[in-house]
Structures are given as structure tokens and as C-alpha cells.
């Protein structure tokens, strides 16, 4: 009984500090994969797993300096997720990761390569431990002017939001 309760104690100190040091955590692992947002009209959009699975999906053959040579990745692409908004005039979009990580990206990546949001890598289901449960990739190894320090900033994993800028 004594090792339950400790077991117990433990599990509840984690969620706390998962709590307080990732506040977006329940939105990564609850109903809400992804929110994207357009507050100049006052758009919030939140998409569940199955709302991004049922998306069509891509599948991105690249490298990365977070992999181990070629991976493949598979997910809707960002700029058919970023069309359910609607929204007009977009040039910078605002990903926020699971720990508060925020990143802006112009607008013409996504128009101009098939950047996906990443929900498998090798045909695995991405989890939060392993940059889950979306991770923003470019197809770096197809456009060799994407193989540069700056895109790799911009593989943002965990992500949880999205704001059109």
C-alpha cells in the first residue's frame, strides 16, 4: 500500500510539473491537436487528430540535422491547413511548440514548398517524446536552398498553435 501511494504521489507530482512547465500540454494530448487562429477576423479553428488524418496526406522524403539520414515524414500539407481559415493576405505565421517555443515564419515557405505538418516519421506515429505530436518539416533534401541554418529553425516540433500574422 505504502509503494501505491508513492507511485501515486509521484504520478501526481508529474502532472503538476507538466502543468506548470507546459501549459499547452493538455491541448498536445487532448481533444486539440492543432489551433489555428486569424484574430483580424476573430478565427479560431481547432483540429482534432482525426480532423488532420482525415486531411489528405503527404509524404516528405528529407534530412534534417535532427535525424539520422533519410526519413520519411507524413502529414496534411501546412498550407492546406492554414486554407480552412480563409483568410486573406496572410504573410507571417506564428507557431507556437508545446513549451511555449515561438517561432514566425513567412507565409511564402508554405506557398512555396511542400512544408507538411508532420504527424508520423518512417510510418510511426509521432509522440510528444519524439517531437510529437506535429512536427513542421521542409522537404530540405529536394531544395537545396532550404539546407540552410535558417529553415532548420524553423522544423518546429510539438506544435500546438498557429496564428496568421
Known sequence: MNSLLTISKQ??????????????????????????????????????????????????????????????????LARDVIALLDALEITTLRLTAVNEYIIEVPVSDILDYDVIFAMSQNGE????????????????????????RIYNDRLIWQLVKVDIL
Request: aromatic share 10%; hydrophobic share 45%.
Open 11 to 76: 504520478l501526481l507530482g508529474a502532472v503538476i510539473l507538466t502543468a506548470v512547465f507546459f501549459p499547452n500540454w493538455a491541448t498536445a494530448q487532448g481533444d486539440t491537436y492543432l489551433t489555428v487562429t486569424d484574430s483580424s477576423q476573430d478565427v479560431v479553428v481547432e483540429l482534432t487528430e482525426d480532423d488532420l488524418l482525415a486531411m489528405e496526406q503527404f509524404s516528405v522524403h528529407t534530412e534534417n540535422e535532427f535525424v539520422d539520414g533519410l526519413a520519411e515524414f507524413t502529414g496534411p
Open 125 to 148: 506515429r509521432l509522440s510528444i517524446r519524439d517531437k510529437g505530436p506535429i512536427w513542421v518539416i521542409y522537404p530540405m533534401t529536394d531544395n537545396v536552398e532550404l539546407q540552410d
